[in-house]
């Protein structure tokens, strides 16, 4: 079993949609969660973070995490075509050192067609 | 520049050459990464190296060499590669303290002929 499962697509959507990207995992010792954004011929970037469950509002990103049920959500509102890129979700554990060793989804393909 | 750069961004090599991929970020961080990111797979992180040291090595194969000279430079010397290596090689720093943020370079797309 993967450490981290992510649902790869690809998902085409009209603009204007509202996307629903999901990872669910299975080390109980994650504490942060993350969505990085990698367009073609980019490397990742980093979208959002969320410590510990809960949700956390970024203009029409919302990132929700569910620890109990080890389940992982990015909504994207309102979707644009600029938002079209790979979606990768990552996760690393609370602590023991000053960096971070993240473990990342495969990956969903996003495309918001006109 | 600015951010992390990579050179150079593609690479083909044949089995027997011997290559170096070298990434240099201008963020005044401390750790630096090395990840591998094959088609229809997560990314797989390679090695670790913080304050110049390196501090993990994800059981990657011999012939992929690191080397960082300083907080700045990170190198990553390939030899008798095999095709299965070809991928994009990409490159993370983060600052001090921060475990959940890192900055990536653009790859290096790598071919093994």
């Known amino acids: 079993q993967k450490e981290v499962e992510q649902d790869p697509g690809p998902l085409s959507v009209p603009e204007g949609a509202i996307v629903s990207l999901n990872c669910t995992y299975s080390?109980?010792?994650?504490?942060?969660f993350m969505w990085y954004r990698q367009y073609s011929r980019k490397g990742p970037e980093l979208l959002m973070y969320t410590y510990s469950s809960g949700n956390k509002e970024d203009g029409r990103f919302t990132a929700q995490v569910d620890k109990s049920s080890k389940y992982i959500s990015l909504f994207i509102r309102d979707s644009q075509p600029s938002d079209s890129a790979t979606y990768l979700c990552?996760?690393?554990?609370?602590?023991?050192?000053?960096?971070?060793?993240?473990?990342f989804g495969q990956g969903t393909i996003l495309t918001v067609h006109p | 520049e600015t951010g992390v750069t990579q050179t150079p961004r593609h690479l083909v090599m044949g089995m027997t050459n011997k290559k170096s991929l070298k990434c240099e970020q201008h963020?005044?961080?401390?750790?630096m990464y090395w990840y591998k990111q094959s088609a229809k797979k997560p990314l797989e992180l390679m090695f670790v190296y913080n304050f110049k040291e390196q501090t993990e090595n994800n059981s990657v194969p011999s012939r992929f060499s690191p080397e960082c000279p300083n907080s700045s430079h990170l190198f990553l010397h390939l030899h008798t590669l095999q095709p299965e290596d070809s991928a994009l090689y990409l490159c993370a720093s983060s600052p001090q303290g921060v475990r959940y943020e890192q900055y990536f370079g653009p790859g290096t797309r790598l071919t093994v002929t």
């Open positions: 990552a996760m690393v554990d609370g602590g023991g050192t000053s960096y971070g060793k993240l473990t």
């Open positions: 963020l005044g961080h401390n750790a």
């Open positions: 080390n109980s010792a994650f504490q942060y």
